[in-house]
């Protein structure tokens, strides 16, 4: 599966997604005008890629720093997918990197490594 590198834009977030490293990273603002065609692509991907894991040891990265309700939606498919790779018995382990003084998303943080179960949720604060 070829690796996939989009760059930030002022309404959406770099998506860094190395298949072949099993190591995956969103990070910036997202808020895109239009979430179906900015994350359709890549979730069908990412949804392909979880599908034929065995075995693995996967790293997924967030660093958002604003998302909007349309965004929210993508992550929390996300999350679904990397739980269930993680229940089928992949090591998945979730980073959730956020300012530390920024309340809103350590909360949203929070809330989204509170579904998590199977997979490894990490909140990594930075200044």
């Given at each position: 599966?070829?690796?996939?590198?989009?760059?930030?834009?002022?309404?959406?977030?770099?998506?860094?997604?190395?298949?072949?490293?099993?190591?995956?990273?969103?990070?910036?603002?997202?808020?895109?005008?239009?979430?179906?065609?900015?994350?359709?692509?890549?979730?069908?991907?990412?949804?392909?890629?979880?599908?034929?894991?065995?075995?693995?040891?996967v790293n997924f990265g967030f660093e958002l720093i604003y998302f909007n309700s349309?965004?929210?939606?993508?992550?929390?498919?996300?999350?679904?997918?990397?739980?269930?790779?993680?229940?089928?018995?992949?090591?998945?382990?979730?980073?959730?990197?956020?300012?530390?003084?920024?309340?809103?998303?350590?909360?949203?943080?929070?809330?989204?490594?509170?579904?998590?179960?199977?997979?490894?949720?990490?909140?990594?604060?930075?200044?």
């Open positions: 599966m070829e690796n996939i590198k989009i760059e930030a834009t002022e309404r959406s977030p770099e998506l860094d997604l190395n298949f072949k490293m099993n190591s995956f990273r969103i990070k910036g603002e997202s808020y895109p005008e239009d979430v179906t065609e900015f994350y359709g692509g890549v979730l069908k991907t990412l949804e392909s890629y979880f599908e034929e894991l065995e075995g693995q040891t349309s965004s929210a939606k993508v992550l929390m498919s996300l999350f679904d997918m990397l739980e269930e790779a993680a229940e089928e018995g992949n090591t998945v382990n979730v980073e959730w990197v956020y300012v530390s003084d920024d309340d809103n998303m350590e909360e949203l943080g929070e809330e989204f490594g509170e579904d998590l179960e199977a997979a490894n949720f990490i909140m990594k604060p930075v200044e």
